[in-house]
């Protein structure tokens, strides 16, 4: 089984649905992290969390929400989806700052 | 001045030859450094880390830091054509908190036959 694992793989939805992704960790780690990557753009931090207590927004936070409902889930929600929201979205975690980051496998989230 | 930068190439090497990719960063107390490899709609793999100057070997991958220069390079001797990937740059920036890792927009590799 994946140590990071995202749901769903793909997901087609329409321009002012609400949708969550979901994030799950065996590793054990307290930081988790959601990405959002575009062509030529990178990775772009939405949110991130280092333990369940604690949320911060990113750089690109405005139409998203986080929930840390435990130590090993953190979920995306998208509150009213728009088509600029189509990307490809990651979950990561970390064990300490100054450690790497194990990313999940990604959602392909598509808005029309 | 981007906090990690990185030349977006692509960058074409021939199989068997040696790859260099570079990287450079913003905040000379910046710490630890990360490179990953992610293949086309694919996740980004941790491949090797660096936290001191110098080099660092793992099989056929280099990691060289020079913090005075602010720099960090991934060399991959040997080039294959399954090294063809895209690959990130990151570290924990202090002009980005430095509680967090900052990654560069990548650098496109293709290795030809």
């Known amino acids: 089984d994946a140590d990071v694992t995202q749901t769903p793989r793909n997901r087609i939805t329409k321009t002012g649905k609400r949708i969550m992704l979901e994030c799950s960790q065996t590793?054990?780690?307290?930081?988790m992290y959601w990405y959002r990557q575009d062509p030529g753009l990178g990775l772009r931090l939405i949110y991130y969390?280092?333990?369940?207590?604690?949320?911060n927004k990113g750089e690109i936070s405005d139409g998203y929400s986080v929930s840390r409902q435990a130590q090993a889930k953190f979920s995306l929600s998208l509150e009213s989806a728009i088509p600029n929201q189509t990307a490809l979205y990651f979950c990561?975690?970390?064990?300490?700052?100054?450690?790497?980051?194990?990313f999940g496998s990604g959602t392909r989230l598509t808005v029309v | 001045q981007k906090e990690v930068e990185q030349n977006s190439g692509p960058l074409s090497v021939p199989e068997g030859a040696i790859a260099s990719l570079n990287c450079t960063y913003s905040?000379?107390?910046?710490?630890?450094f990360f490179w990953y490899r992610q293949y086309s709609g694919k996740s980004p793999e941790l491949i090797m880390s660096?936290?001191?100057?110098g080099d660092k070997e793992d099989g056929r991958f280099t990691a060289q830091l020079n913090k005075a220069s602010q720099y960090v390079s991934l060399l991959i001797r040997d080039s294959q054509p399954s090294d063809s990937a895209t690959y990130l740059c990151?570290?924990?920036?202090?002009?980005?908190?430095?509680?967090?890792?900052?990654f560069g927009t990548g650098t496109q590799l293709k290795v030809e036959l």
């Open positions: 990561a975690t970390s064990d300490f700052q100054g450690s790497g980051y194990t």
């Open positions: 590793k054990g780690h307290d930081r």
């Open positions: 969390s280092f333990d369940v207590k604690d949320i």
């Open positions: 905040d000379r107390g910046s710490q630890s």
């Open positions: 660096i936290y001191s100057n």
């Open positions: 990151a570290g924990y920036i202090l002009t980005g908190g430095g509680n967090k890792l900052t």
